[in-house]
């Protein structure tokens, strides 16, 4: 176990609706990265977070948003859900910006 | 865009071999390559890393290659074990300009027969 933890583990939403998703980082680390993970496919990156401010943004269009917290937990909202966005979201924990990423066991979205 | 692809979507050794998975990368600018294990509904678990100045690095049974020249990364797997039997990815990280975003492929499924 990393001590990265996510929640919730799986949820199910319409098409149009608005989702958001929480991250606690392990002890200690200041920056998180979220990612999205389709079925058969490696994840991709969504965006980072470094101590609370957006630190690099993947090809995700603005619906995808995010925030990261004074403790360095983090949350992503995703607007206007849309089919496609059905898939695994990750989130990793790191203790600088430039470390290894410990991952979360991630959150499974189902838009249906 | 630049992306990291796995040569092989599948591998199937026998318990006790040795696995070799393999990674083509072509972004040359990166520096920081990681391989990750990712078991059926689980988060990616981080094996081993390997900076851009490193040719070799190993750790407990397994040993990641790195060739600049052609661009390829392996991880090598010895005596192969059923709990070894997962999704592997290699990830490549441009570093602190790019503000430290993986690049993942697509995986190699690896299954080990008893």
């Known amino acids: 176990e990393t001590g990265v933890t996510q929640s919730p583990t799986h949820l199910i939403k319409t098409r149009g609706q608005q989702v958001t998703l929480r991250c606690s980082s392990q002890?200690?680390?200041?920056?998180v990265s979220w990612y999205q993970q389709a079925l058969g496919q490696g994840p991709q990156f969504i965006f980072q977070?470094?101590?609370?401010?957006?630190?690099g943004r993947g090809n995700f269009p603005p619906r995808f948003s995010g925030l990261q917290f004074p403790n360095y937990s983090s949350e992503l909202n995703v607007n206007a859900l849309e089919l496609d966005d059905s898939a695994l979201y990750l989130c990793?924990?790191?203790?600088?910006?430039?470390?290894?990423?410990?991952f979360g066991p991630g959150t499974r979205l189902t838009v249906l | 865009g630049e992306s990291v692809g796995l040569h092989l979507p599948t591998l199937s050794v026998q318990e006790g071999d040795n696995s070799i998975i393999n990674c083509a990368y072509s972004?040359?600018?990166?520096?920081?390559f990681i391989w990750y294990k990712q078991e059926s509904g689980k988060g990616p678990q981080f094996i081993i890393d390997?900076?851009?100045?490193?040719d070799k690095r190993q750790g407990q049974r397994v040993t990641v290659l790195l060739n600049k020249t052609v661009k390829h990364l392996s991880l090598q797997i010895a005596a192969t074990q059923p709990g070894d039997s997962a999704v592997y990815f290699c990830?490549?990280?441009?570093?602190?300009?790019?503000?430290?975003?993986?690049?993942f492929g697509e995986g190699t499924q690896l299954t080990v027969n008893p």
């Open positions: 990793a924990s790191s203790l600088v910006s430039y470390n290894e990423q410990f």
């Open positions: 002890s200690g680390h200041n920056t």
């Open positions: 977070y470094y101590r609370e401010e957006e630190n």
């Open positions: 972004n040359s600018a990166s520096d920081y």
């Open positions: 390997i900076r851009s100045n490193m």
């Open positions: 990830a490549e990280d441009l570093g602190e300009t790019s503000g430290s975003r993986l690049t």
